[in-house]
T-cell receptor, first 113, second 116 residues
Framework: GDSVTQMEGPVTLSEEAFLTINCTYTATGYPSLFWYVQYPGEGLQLLLKATKADDKGSNKGFEATYRKETTSFHLEKGSVQVSDSAVYFCAPWTTDSWGKFQFGAGTQVVVTP | DAGVIQSPRHEVTEMGQEVTLRCKPISGHNSLFWYRQTMMRGLELLIYFNNNVPIDDSGMPEDRFSAKMPNASFSTLKIQPSEPRDSAVYFC??????????????FGNGTRLTVT
C-alpha cells in the first residue's frame, strides 16, 4: 500500500525564516501528492497538491514539487509567519488506495516571533 | 458551504459507557471517512463509506467500534463499551468522490473524547 515518510518534528524557527519539510513516499502506480495542514484545535485542510511528475503545487506562499525520480514532495516556504505554526501532513493517493488517504505522522512547525 | 459538522466537540465519559459521535458531511459529497488521532499513533483511518455503503472497515480497532451511515447526510461512530484507551480526537471527513484526485478531503473540527 501507499506510505509516506516525513521528517520528524517539532521544527522550531523564527519568523521570516525559510522552512523545508521533507516528504518521501512509496506508492503503486503514479500517485497524486498532497500536503494538508492542521491548525491547533481544527481538522486537517488541504494546503496544496500536485497530480503528475514535475508539477508544482502552491498556496499561501508554500510550494512543493512532485519529484518522481526521488519519490519526494518536499514542502517549502521562503518566509514563515507565526500563523504558519501548525502540523503539516504529506499524503500520496492513487486509485489503488480506493480513495483512502494514508497520512504520515505529520511534522509540527513552531514559528516564534 | 457549512463544511463538515461534527458533534459533540468534546465528550467526557466513564469507562463502560456507550459513546456516539455524529457527523454531517458536506452536501453533495458521496464519500465519508472516520479518522482517529492520538499522539502515539497519529492519524488512523477507521472506516470509509462510499454512497452510504461501508467500503473498508479494516481500521476499526475492535468490535466495540461500529459505524453507520443511514443516509447521505448523516453518519455515526459508536463505541460500546468505551475504554480509557479510546481517548482521542475523532475526525470525520468527506469528499466529492473517494476515487478522484480532484476531490480532496474536507475535515470537520473533530470530537475530543476522554474516557475516564
Amino acid at each position: 500500500g501507499d506510505s509516506v515518510t516525513q521528517m520528524e518534528g517539532p521544527v522550531t524557527l523564527s519568523e521570516e525564516a525559510f522552512l523545508t519539510i521533507n516528504c518521501t513516499y512509496t506508492a503503486t502506480g503514479y500517485p497524486s501528492l498532497f500536503w494538508y495542514v492542521q491548525y491547533p484545535g481544527e481538522g486537517l485542510q488541504l494546503l496544496l497538491k500536485a497530480t503528475k511528475a514535475d508539477d508544482k503545487g502552491s498556496n499561501k506562499g508554500f510550494e512543493a514539487t512532485y519529484r518522481k525520480e526521488t519519490t519526494s514532495f518536499h514542502l517549502e516556504k521562503g518566509s514563515v509567519q507565526v500563523s504558519d505554526s501548525a502540523v503539516y501532513f504529506c499524503a500520496p493517493w492513487t486509485t489503488d488506495s480506493w480513495g483512502k488517504f494514508q497520512f504520515g505522522a505529520g511534522t509540527q512547525v513552531v514559528v516564534t516571533p | 458551504d457549512a463544511g463538515v459538522i461534527q458533534s459533540p466537540r468534546h465528550e467526557v465519559t466513564e469507562m463502560g459507557q456507550e459513546v456516539t459521535l455524529r457527523c454531517k458531511p458536506i452536501s453533495g459529497h458521496n464519500s465519508l471517512f472516520w479518522y482517529r488521532q492520538t499522539m502515539m499513533r497519529g492519524l488512523e483511518l477507521l472506516i470509509y463509506f462510499n454512497n452510504n455503503v461501508p467500503i473498508d472497515d479494516s481500521g476499526m480497532p475492535e468490535d466495540r467500534f461500529s459505524a453507520k451511515m443511514p443516509n447521505a447526510s448523516f453518519s455515526t461512530l459508536k463505541i460500546q463499551p468505551s475504554e480509557p484507551r479510546d481517548s482521542a480526537v475523532y475526525f470525520c471527513a468527506s469528499s466529492g468522490s473517494g476515487f478522484s484526485y480532484n476531490s480532496p478531503l474536507h475535515f470537520g473540527n473533530g470530537t475530543r473524547l476522554t474516557v475516564t
